[in-house]
């Protein structure tokens, strides 16, 4: 896809966020969500290759829409200032929507690449149950987050809104304490856009993502119904 394209033409949508700019640069934004939809399907084909499950999931679904939910926001704007999407088996992007852990990646209008691997914010069941496994296989989740190509590529797992104290029931002294505060179990980087071709941009994403696959395996591992 044309990366100087949309990243120009998301800068221009951040400077210009109304419908009447959007709708005379409708075909502009026509052009390069094809292109976008193309990418996200050419990466479900090589995250499928090592992670088989993803082989399913349709395209169009894994596309998060432009337009922003302003109905409770004091920030009315109408449309978001990124190009999203969130690869998972089901398409869903939500965990009580039938989801679970997911490859997400989002390009922005100042240039920017962010991807992430995990679960963001699970609702409180999910979450119960995320922390009930780290009890149960304390092991096998050490691991995962030992792992290089995890480390090298991510760091460790993010601690937005992270419990100051140990969760009701859990025992002070586990020695996973400091992540059974956690309430997101997902892992993020960035860089940035520049010098990337379509072709660098996919292998960036790719291996990122093959790196982060010990975590997308634990996280399918643990045992939850959606109540």
């Keep these: ?20 700019w959007f709708v005379m640069n409708k075909p502009r934004y026509d052009i390069l969500r094809a292109e976008f939809l193309q990418l996200v399907t050419e990466l479900i084909n090589d995250i499928s290759k090592f992670d088989p499950a993803i082989a399913d999931c349709e ?3 894994a596309l998060f829409r432009i337009n922003r939910d302003v109905r409770f926001r004091a920030d009315k704007s109408p449309y978001k200032t990124t190009f999203s999407a969130s690869i998972l088996p089901s398409g869903r992007k939500k965990p009580s929507e039938g989801g679970g852990p997911a490859y997400y990646f989002q390009m922005d209008a100042t240039g920017r690449l962010f991807f992430a691997v995990g679960e963001y ?11 009930n496994h780290i009890v149960a ?28 104290r140990p969760p009701k029931g859990v025992d002070a002294e586990h020695p996973q304490i400091e992540q059974l505060k956690l309430k997101n179990f997902m892992v993020w980087t960035e860089c940035p856009l520049e010098g990337m071709d379509t072709e ?6 790719a291996k990122g993502f093959k790196n982060a696959y010990p975590l997308i395996s634990w996280l399918r591992s643990v045992v939850y119904s959606a109540t």
């Design 1 to 20: 896809m044309h990366i100087k394209d949309l990243t120009r033409f998301l800068f221009e949508l951040s400077e210009n966020n109304n419908r009447a």
């Design 59 to 61: 395209p169009k679904k």
């Design 121 to 131: 914010m699970p609702p409180s069941d999910r979450l119960r149950a995320i922390r």
């Design 137 to 164: 296989d304390t092991a096998g989740f050490s691991k995962v987050l030992k792992n290089k190509g995890l480390k090298d590529t991510f760091g460790t797992l993010q601690e937005e809104g992270k419990l100051i």
């Design 200 to 205: 660098k941009l996919q292998q960036t994403l």
